[in-house]
């Protein structure tokens, strides 16, 4: 099994920024893609940004050129920063992993509410 733990989520105000992190333990065997979904009440959880092993980074459109993910291989972490928040960023933020060789198994983290509000 792997252990996602995430930090960083809290009240910010629109304009602001935040950064979330993301730490995978445990029995991991071959980190893959690891990325960041979210889910506003309501709604379903949709895709924000992944990134491969190798560092290619996939946006979702409503948070191109405002949100940045990073990862880094010897730690198996993944961060999230986030600038320029909007109200509609408002939800629950989960980091999830891709584990694994031939076989591969997703993990979720247990997810880090932001809110940004006035």
């Known amino acids: 099994q792997v252990q996602l733990v995430e930090s960083g989520g809290g009240l910010v105000q629109p304009g602001g920024s935040l950064r979330l992190s993301c730490a995978a333990s445990?029995?991991?065997?071959?980190?893959?893609?690891m990325g960041w979904y979210r889910q506003a009440p309501g709604k379903e959880r949709e895709l924000v940004a992944t990134i491969t092993r190798g560092g290619t980074t996939n946006y979702a459109d409503s948070v191109k050129g405002r949100f940045t993910i990073s990862r880094n291989n010897a730690k198996n972490t993944v961060d999230l920063q986030m600038n320029s928040l909007k109200t509609e960023d408002t939800a629950v933020y989960y980091c999830t992993l891709n584990d694994g060789y031939f076989t591969t198994t997703n993990y979720w983290g247990q997810g880090t509410q932001v809110t940004v509000s006035s």
């Open positions: 445990g029995s991991i065997r071959r980190i893959n893609d």
